[in-house]
């Protein structure tokens, strides 16, 4: 902002850059926000108000950005499987060592819970979001995840167990503890959502259902 030689006080180009911008900055806030809200309070339970609130921004950032709550909701859960994918497939999805993503599951379930706890208030409605998410990610993800499991059992890895079985096994086992955090710090005394904890329990987990890592 500066006075003109009349006294009348204008907005600079460089300002109005600034204050279009202002909003933009809100985006990642507001997603980050409305992750961990969904976590908390599913879907139903969420309000757009308190994503704003925790994201310390206006509500109406919120529809300026996303439009509505259900488009919101499905952002968050695309970009939290898409971090899934990355960090838990990586680039060689379809390709890769079982025992390694299965590692990877349980390290990304403990630093990124949020994902599982989402899909836990979800799937046990029959509803459009749970059929979204099936179709849209779970449903790509088993058929991905077939071929792979299907080598381990002919290989005598694992169990001549049918292949949606072993994912349903899989996800249980490896999520459990960094869904029940405060079970595991009062009966084990550890912050189950540490490095360490994470380590100890990938390790436990593969040595308990005999699954070793291929060495590259």
Known sequence: MKPTPSGVVVETAD??????????????????????????????????????????????????HFGSKEELFREVLDVLFEEFKTKVLGADAGQGDVAAILRRFILFTARRPELMRIWLIESGRRGPHAKYVIDRHIA???????????????????????????????????SYPFLVTEQVRR??????????????????????????EARR
């Open 187 to 212: 009966l084990s005394g550890v912050d189950p959502r540490s490095d360490a904890f994470a380590e100890r329990y990938a390790d436990a987990v593969l040595r308990m259902i005999g699954l070793s």
């Open 140 to 174: 790509p993800l088993t058929e991905l995840m077939k071929p792979l499991l299907r080598s381990a059992v002919a290989k005598g890895r694992l169990p001549a167990v049918d292949e949606a079985l072993l994912l349903f096994a899989a996800q249980g086992i490896g």
């Open 15 to 64: 300002a109005s850059a600034r204050q279009r911008g202002r909003p933009m900055k809100a985006r990642p806030k507001l997603l980050e926000a409305a992750i961990q809200e969904f976590a908390e309070s599913g879907f139903e339970g969420a309000t757009t108000a308190a994503i704003a609130r925790r994201a310390k921004v206006p509500q109406p950032l919120v529809h300026h």
